[in-house]
């Protein structure tokens, strides 16, 4: 099993910026890929940005390019999401997961096994 914890969500004006963190406990070492995933009321949850374990490939949703970016800390077994230029679009539940298989396929949910708990992201106009 892997455990996944996320802090770092919150209310921010429009155009400011967020870190999360999500910090990974267990069997670390079944996993390959690190993702970000968000939902908004109403919508479905969907991709925003993931990282592989060595933290040498990194994709990201269209809609985050140039606003967002993702690392890891190795010795730490932390994800990061720092995003910058937050629009009010950009509220939502946001959740970090870890998975088995390819960043290849980052982008869809069946990817992970594990999900944190979720964080409140709220960016008011």
């Known amino acids: 099993q892997v455990q996944l914890v996320e802090i770092g969500g919150g209310l921010v004006q429009a155009g400011g910026s967020l870190r999360l963190s999500c910090a990974a406990s267990?069997?670390?070492?079944?996993?390959?890929?690190m993702g970000w995933f968000r939902q908004a009321p109403g919508k479905e949850r969907e991709f925003v940005a993931a990282?592989?374990?060595?933290?040498?490939?990194?994709r990201f949703a269209d809609s985050v390019k140039g606003r967002f970016t993702i690392s890891r800390d190795n010795a730490k077994n932390t994800v990061y999401l720092q995003m910058n230029s937050l629009k009010p679009e950009d509220t939502a539940v946001y959740y970090c997961a870890a998975g088995q298989r390819s960043i290849l396929i980052a982008s869809l949910t069946s990817v992970y096994e594990y999900w944190g708990q979720g964080t409140q992201v709220t960016v008011s106009s």
């Open positions: 267990g069997r670390t070492f079944s996993i390959n890929t």
């Open positions: 990282i592989s374990w060595s933290g040498s490939s990194t």
